[in-house]
């Protein structure tokens, strides 16, 4: 932070206005506008430099921190579109779809191997410290988490297991 708060505040209110109009000129959503200039000017204070021209610096970083949001915005929806996706309903329970995902894909796995991943995975857990509480082999979970990740990976990759 190379601004002291008494010239940066100076800076935003000189600088807000005409970063917002440009903004809005270009995404056409005050929202999306609002998030971009206020990242511009969040960028600007965390920086370590101290620009010469900062009104410049600002105008330059709003237009094209607003033109890599529009790409992404389009990118996006071309994603959407090529896949056919519609965006989840407001009602959307996206902590019950993935418990529902981890369910099935948990069918795929034996007993074991389902025991020894959620020993790493979900508790954290290493190797060494699986093995012994399970009283097997470090060689065997590894293994196990092998054939685990393949048919996760098939199941993923071709939707067969």
Same mark, same amino acid.
């Given at each position: 932070?190379?601004?002291?708060?008494?010239?940066?505040?100076?800076?935003?209110?000189?600088?807000?206005?005409?970063?917002?109009?440009?903004?809005?000129?270009?995404?056409?959503?005050?929202?999306?506008?609002?998030?971009?200039?206020?990242?511009?000017?969040?960028?600007?204070?965390?920086?370590?430099?101290?620009?010469?021209?900062? &009104?410049?610096?600002?105008?330059?970083?709003?237009?094209?921190?607003?033109?890599?949001?529009?790409?992404?915005?389009? &990118?996006?929806?071309?994603?959407?579109?090529?896949?056919?996706?519609?965006?989840?309903?407001?009602?959307?329970?996206?902590?019950?779809?993935?418990?529902?995902?981890?369910?099935?894909?948990?069918?795929?796995?034996?007993?074991?191997?389902?025991?020894?991943?959620?020993?790493?995975?979900?508790?954290?857990?290493?190797?060494?410290?699986?093995?012994?509480?399970?009283?097997?082999?470090?060689?065997?979970?590894?293994?196990?988490?092998?054939?685990?990740?393949?048919?996760?990976?098939?199941?993923?990759?071709?939707?067969?297991?």
């Amino acid at each position: 932070m190379q601004y002291t708060e008494t010239e940066f505040e100076t800076l935003y209110t000189e600088c807000f206005p005409p970063s917002m109009k440009l903004a809005m000129s270009l995404l056409h959503e005050e929202d999306e506008a609002r998030d971009v200039v206020h990242e511009v000017f969040l960028r600007l204070w965390e920086s370590d430099t101290k620009v010469n021209n900062p &009104t410049a610096y600002i105008i330059r970083s709003v237009r094209n921190t607003s033109i890599n949001r529009i790409r992404s915005l389009q &990118t996006r929806d071309k994603v959407r579109q090529k896949l056919m996706l519609e965006p989840p309903p407001e009602d959307y329970d996206l902590e019950q779809r993935n418990e529902d995902v981890v369910t099935a894909v948990c069918k795929l796995l034996t007993a074991r191997e389902q025991e020894i991943v959620e020993k790493i995975y979900t508790e954290g857990k290493s190797y060494k410290e699986t093995a012994a509480l399970l009283g097997v082999s470090v060689s065997a979970v590894n293994k196990n988490i092998v054939a685990a990740l393949k048919k996760l990976r098939m199941h993923f990759k071709t939707g067969k297991s």
